[in-house]
């Protein structure tokens, strides 16, 4: 069964500082991974795609890392701020067929200035 | 462009009621999708369409939920009857399929307590 698990749950940290959000999957065969932000009360919405050949992608202070082989990647957070503070969920792509994600259950991250 | 839109926003119905949720689609898109998102279970896929057919809804809970879309830009989920187990938010997102990099667009879901 394809599933895909975060760590940790939930995540306090000061304005400023850096922080990594894990993801491991077991979707196969795999296409792409995506990290999506979920602002409270809003649909979430796309920060990176990643694709097998891709380790690395950046968007802005997020970077997300890809180990294909580990099946794991990481989001991380530069110099965060209060606008920071959301959900982030970790969604895999199989590919063939219709290509429907398989969500992680995200992230609470709360920035505190 | 508006982006998906869902209304309502925000439902509040009591057990044993029939509860309507309905999606406007981003123009051209010819996907969509119906998630349920609780803190418990996350995101769930509730059911996708493609060109207004539905291909896979095997995660519809049971039969007291329905879905269907007309036309290429509207869709709508029912409850009948809702239970207090149905309380969630509920989402609708649509895409452009052009294979598996395609984007995916969120509306801002609607809140359902269902009391």
């Known amino acids: 069964k394809n599933q895909v698990e975060q760590s940790p749950q939930s995540l306090i940290i000061l304005e400023g500082k850096n922080c990594t959000l894990q993801?491991?999957?077991?979707?196969?065969?795999?296409?792409?991974l995506r990290w999506y932000k979920q602002d409270t009360g809003r649909g979430p919405v796309s920060l990176t795609i990643m694709t097998f050949s891709e380790n690395t992608k950046s968007n802005g202070r997020y970077t997300a890392t890809l180990d294909a082989d580990t099946k794991q990647s990481s989001l991380h957070i530069t110099a965060s701020q209060l606008s920071d503070s959301a959900s982030y969920i970790c969604?895999?792509?199989?590919?063939?067929?219709?290509?429907?994600?398989?969500f992680g259950r995200g992230t609470s991250l709360i920035v505190h200035p | 462009d508006a982006g998906v839109i869902q209304s309502p926003r925000h439902e509040v119905t009591e057990m044993g009621q029939e509860v309507t949720l309905r999606c406007k689609p981003i123009s051209g898109h010819n996907s969509l999708f119906w998630y349920r998102q609780t803190m418990m279970r996350g995101l769930e896929l509730l059911i996708y369409f493609n060109n207004n057919v539905p291909i896979d809804d095997s995660g519809m809970p049971e039969d007291r939920f329905s879905a269907k879309m007309p036309n290429a830009s509207f869709s709508t989920l029912k409850i009948q009857p809702s239970e207090p187990r149905d309380s969630a938010v509920y989402f609708c997102?649509?895409?452009?399929?052009?294979?598996?990099?395609?984007?995916?667009?969120f509306g801002p879901g609607t809140r359902l307590t269902v009391t």
């Open positions: 969604v895999v792509i199989a590919s063939g067929g219709s290509y429907i994600p398989t």
């Open positions: 997102a649509s895409r452009y399929d052009r294979g598996e990099y395609y984007e995916q667009y």
């Open positions: 993801c491991n999957y077991t979707v196969s065969p795999f296409s792409n």
